[in-house]
């Protein structure tokens, strides 16, 4: 089965089926303990878990960015992220809007060419072809709070206030907007309709952490020019499609490390989030034993890891399990990472867990 078919049976009712075909996706599982993290052992202290190892910041801005432009940020609630990008982005005003957005980067413009034209900066969570604009991390209104690849008519008419005004180009502070064939296409209905070229990022861009703006390692700008269409470009850190998982799976449960047995897990809370036909569906699951092999394996298919600072990522959905006596909150980041609410440790999630999720809510 392959990922479309996974995707075409998510409103169906034959679960099974599609356990089955993600179950197929999760390539040895069991490996030998050579492939666990250096240190990361049953018993560690969350401080004693090593920052993540292959999605490492590759620029740092310890000061203010953008100085001359006309910046606007999303005021959406979060982790704090939008908080950090508006404080690291030079003169940055806040919106909770489409509109809001354009207007303010329209009132920074000088009304006639003087000394030289700045250049647009909005900042937001984002996902591949997406970019919130006060809907926060887990979106709202797709309607007057989002720049998608699908959403024209609505971001259209504003986007022309700024159009064949003094200014260069625009760039998007966000996580994964510009990767993929959907980043591609958001940014060149972007280019053509402003009528100059548009910039998103094609990883994880993080903020805070001691250490400014930061991009994950492998991160480029994704262009569009007005008219031409550019090739997509994967996102540096892909679902995992095959990988040598963790013989164990540790999770933080009061403050140190714990394995995690898919016999424990007794109920399950799902709810996705973002925007699409799927947003907002949520249940509760009691699953049995493959259920819980399978979604285990999809959430934690790495050693916890550390972040290094605030993503700009959505949250796509988010789980609770119910372990034994203990309950485990975490949030899906962009469908890349699981993340454990309330703290900076995270896993890398495995290919399927967006279908997965999606049938199990």
Known sequence: MNKGDISKRAHGLDRRHVLTGISASLVAVVTNTATLAQGVQTGNRLDQIPFLSN??????DLGIMGVGSFSSISGGPDNGANNCLAQHIWQAARHSTTEQAFRNVLAKMPAALTTGAGNIIFGGHGNEGYLETGGGQ????????ALLSWNESYWGPHADTVRGKQWIMAYIYSC???AGERGAEL???LATRLDRPVAGRTGFTYCGGGKGITFEAGSVWQVAT??????????????????????????PIEGILRELRTDQVRVVNVAVTGAGEFAGRSTRVRPDRQVSAVLIRALFASEPQRLP????AMVTARVTLMVGASTLSIELLNGRLTRVVGSDIVYRAAAGIDELLRVLS
Request: proline fraction near 16%.
């Open 55 to 60: 999605i490492l910041p590759s620029q740092r």
């Open 138 to 145: 887990s979106g709202s209104d797709w309607k007057t709070q």
């Open 176 to 178: 994964h907007s510009g």
């Open 187 to 189: 940014l060149y209905k």
């Open 226 to 251: 007005p008219g031409i269409m550019p090739s997509p470009i994967e996102a540096p850190s892909p679902h995992l499609t095959s990988a040598m998982f963790p013989e164990r799976i540790l999770v």
């Open 309 to 312: 600072g605030e993503p700009t």
